[in-house]
């Protein structure tokens, strides 16, 4: 395969995982991830993943989008369930907006693609964030634009690379996880073609010690306040968008 036409089915692999991490009220969003599964599923990576597309496009409903948001709320939003963190830096550090969240920034700051804060609160290390931008970087590579390949290679090993697996056992194993049980499985078939392909090996676990009187890391005043926001815009019925709409140009930076 071609090296440009690799880099187009990265792109749209990355998007697919990014539309699944990403809180899609759209359902015009929602019909477009139905029709990029049906494209990967008639061209799958391996025989796992082959499984879990067909699974997932028997178990998604073909009109609507319900069934796949209730989900994704209780796996991440539902206080009733164990709420699974989806920053890089609460797995690096066991707080979100760290290092890995500045790690993002910095590398953003070598492209063109920014994080439309208006349309998007989630902080830029959130790993539908990731995927989007990935995605991005991936579509840029194939168009020719190779100045991007180092930026993305960077992205992947210091940033993805480092909590993408423990991130997906969370996941997997969550007692509401179902539709998300497929997602995973095709995940991590990507992530080891990816590590592959990038020449990237898989990253140790990490060894955190934590105080035994805690039950629960603090959270600071900073996230707090942006969870504020996302339950006031989600009641005012506010859409978070996929990455054709959250990830925006800076048209004065380049790398």
Do not use: W
Not at 115 to 134: C, M, P, Q
Not at 152 to 163: G, K, S, T, V, W
Not at 191 to 218: G, T
């Amino acid at each position: 395969m071609k090296e440009q036409e690799v880099n187009k089915a990265r792109a749209v692999y990355y998007k697919i995982f990014s539309s699944f991490f990403v809180y899609l009220t759209d359902q015009s969003k929602y019909f477009q991830l139905l029709s990029l599964l049906d494209i990967v599923k008639n061209n799958p990576l391996d025989s796992s993943s082959a499984q879990a597309f067909l699974n997932l496009s028997n178990k998604l409903q073909k009109d609507s989008n319900v069934a796949l948001l209730q989900e994704y709320d209780d796996i991440f939003h539902n206080p009733e369930t164990k709420q699974v963190r989806t920053t890089a830096s609460y797995y690096d550090e066991q707080v979100e907006s760290g290092k890995k969240r500045v790690q993002m920034i910095d590398f953003l700051a070598k492209t063109k693609i920014r994080r439309d804060e208006k349309k998007y609160s989630e902080y830029e290390d959130n790993i539908g964030f990731i995927f989007a931008v990935l995605s991005e970087l991936a579509h840029l590579v194939s168009e020719g634009q190779e100045k991007y390949k180092t930026v993305q290679h960077c992205m992947f090993a210091d940033i993805l690379n480092e909590f993408v697996d423990e991130f997906s056992k969370e996941v997997y194993e969550h007692e509401k996880a179902d539709i998300f049980k497929d997602v995973i499985v095709a995940l991590l078939s990507f992530m080891e073609f990816e590590r592959l392909y990038l020449q990237v090996s898989r990253a140790k676990p990490k060894q955190i010690v934590k105080e035994q009187a805690s039950c629960e890391e603090p959270i600071s005043k900073e996230e707090m306040e942006r969870r504020a926001r996302n339950k006031a815009a989600k009641a005012a019925g506010a859409k978070k968008q996929d990455n054709d709409v959250f990830v925006t140009y800076d048209v004065e930076s380049d790398i």
